[in-house]
């Protein structure tokens, strides 16, 4: 038997269904590395800690996991010296998307109205540059003092906060609409409200949704530092009450569970996102870094 004979034998083709099933293999492969090296960083971190807190630093100011963890642990099963931990989170989860979704929904509006008005956008420039350098954390103060220990002062300080955040994508976004595709809608005989429901808000919406991520982040911000300022219950009053009582690891506990927080919010959002943008084309390929 000659060689020509030979290779076609022993070299098969390759189908569609093995090289999909190779690529899934090696994408399942990738992931699982991924969240092994993530974990692997997260048990150096706390184990390191934990080390260092008990034979180099000084556990009562920088505190150690295994206190942290028996912080948690009690918060979630006894509550804390303010009520349930759950009544807690509440009160801030509802003072953050109460003032995100208003201040969200102001700085779309603004935000287009502004991006697609050369006029007022020329009026009201001096005025919003010179807002948005106010540093907005202070204001919290002022709002306590304005509105009181309740839900209105921490709702008025997310608002500013989430405001500028959406407020500059939503004006981008507006500005950037091709030129083009509105001339032509304006021939075929659109108007002004039919223009901005067809082609403005659909071309701003990525820009919009790109800046909710931030923006959700800023709200729990703000709804902490106003509980932190002043307040009768939340998760910053807890983290104002650990400071006084020098409770680090409750200061800790505490900023976990609002990193949670901020991650569920996160992927919440990301997953709005991905349905709401399904027309986009999908970015294939990998880059690494």
């Not at 979704?101 to 502004?114: D, F, M, N, P, R």
């Not at 304006?186 to 701003?204: F, N, T, W």
């Not at 690891?249 to 997953?271: D, R």
């Amino acid at each position: 038997m000659s060689l020509e004979t030979v290779i076609p034998v022993l070299v098969q083709p390759e189908t569609e269904e093995m090289i999909l099933s190779r690529q899934r293999k090696n994408v399942r492969r990738r992931r699982a590395n991924t969240w092994l090296l993530r974990l692997v960083i997260v048990v150096a971190w706390l184990g390191s800690w934990e080390l260092a807190a008990r034979f180099w630093i000084d556990p009562f100011f920088y505190s150690m996991p295994s206190r942290i963890w028996n912080r948690l642990a009690g918060w979630f099963t006894t509550g804390t010296d303010f009520g349930s931990i759950w009544y807690q989170l509440w009160v801030t989860v509802e003072e953050a998307v109460f003032g995100f979704v208003l201040g969200a929904l102001a700085g779309v509006v603004l935000g287009v109205l502004l991006g697609r008005s050369q006029y007022l956008a020329d009026v009201l420039a001096p005025f919003i540059k010179a807002a948005n350098a106010v540093p907005r954390i202070v204001l919290a103060s002022l709002f306590v003092i304005w509105f009181g220990l309740g839900l209105a002062s921490k709702v008025a300080t997310v608002i500013v906060l989430v405001f500028f955040a959406v407020f500059f994508n939503a004006f981008t976004g507006a500005r950037e609409v091709d030129r083009n595709l509105i001339d032509n809608a304006r021939i075929l005989g659109a108007g002004r409200l039919a223009v901005l429901r067809s082609i403005v808000l659909p071309s701003a919406t990525s820009w919009i949704l790109s800046s909710l991520h931030t923006a959700f982040g800023f709200a729990l911000i703000g709804a902490v530092v106003g509980e932190y300022a002043g307040s009768k219950a939340g998760i910053g009053f807890l983290i104002a009450n650990a400071q006084g009582t020098f409770d680090s690891a409750g200061i800790y506990a505490a900023m976990i569970i609002i990193t949670v927080v901020a991650l569920l919010a996160e992927w919440g959002i990301g997953h709005l996102e991905n349905r709401l943008l399904r027309w986009r084309p999908s970015i294939t390929g990998s880059s690494t870094v």
